[in-house]
């Protein structure tokens, strides 16, 4: 274990990470990993039951278990969020009324909760238009449909806007990883 400095710094907070198969193994294992040293408590919200399967580069990966389905899970219950990407989770995720419903709980009308997507993550912040004049990043490929839906994009590793943690890729883990713990600790936002 880490110093103990940083091994309980988000003790009492609960974090949800909505996936489905399909998300890309590091963006959901490594932040997880980086939370649970920090002390949270993590819950797994899916839109399936059980296992989800992860897709590690170019085939399927680790079996993640499900604690809660996202028809039955409240944001109001949840510290923070975080969107591992890959590409047929977000896919998936963004045409599902009750995954939708689940992300946009973290966004309120006065304060907006710390929300992390890395990679192609933030195509289900744009599919509930959460991204209207808010400065992102993502997976290049993706970058059109984020600007379509009103986000300032930039390239860089990590960016943060009003507790919204974006990321582009695994090779940016540990900013992303580093920032989301620094904005659960920070709380909530307040919004525009």
């Given at each position: 274990m880490s110093n103990l400095h940083?091994?309980?710094?988000?003790?009492?907070?609960?974090?949800?990470?909505?996936?489905?198969?399909?998300?890309?193994?590091?963006?959901?294992?490594?932040?997880?990993?980086?939370?649970?040293?920090?002390?949270?408590?993590?819950?797994?919200?899916?839109?399936?039951e059980g296992q989800i399967t992860a897709w590690?580069?170019?085939?399927?990966?680790?079996?993640?278990?499900?604690?809660?389905?996202?028809?039955?899970?409240?944001?109001?219950?949840y510290d923070a969020l975080l969107l591992p990407g890959g590409l047929f989770n977000p896919d998936s995720l963004r045409q599902d009324s009750d995954a939708k419903a689940f992300v946009d709980g973290f966004f309120g009308a006065k304060k907006n909760k710390p929300v992390a997507a890395i990679c192609?993550?933030?195509w289900l912040l744009a599919e509930i238009n959460k991204l209207r004049d808010k400065k992102v990043t993502s997976y290049p490929s993706i970058k059109s449909d984020l600007i379509n839906a009103g986000a300032n994009w930039v390239d860089q590793e990590v960016c943060v806007d009003q507790g919204l943690v974006t990321s582009r890729s695994p090779a940016d883990?540990?900013?992303?990883?580093?920032?989301?713990?620094?904005?659960?600790?920070?709380?909530?936002?307040?919004?525009?």
């Open positions: 940083n091994s309980n710094r988000l003790q009492g907070k609960k974090i949800a990470i909505l996936a489905t198969d399909g998300f890309e193994q590091s963006e959901l294992l490594s932040p997880q990993a980086a939370l649970l040293e920090a002390g949270a408590d993590i819950e797994v919200v899916s839109i399936k590690n580069e170019d085939n399927w990966g680790e079996k993640v278990t499900v604690d809660k389905l996202a028809a039955n899970a409240n944001a109001a219950d192609h993550a933030p883990l540990d900013a992303f990883n580093a920032k989301f713990i620094e904005e659960i600790l920070e709380g909530k936002h307040q919004a525009h």
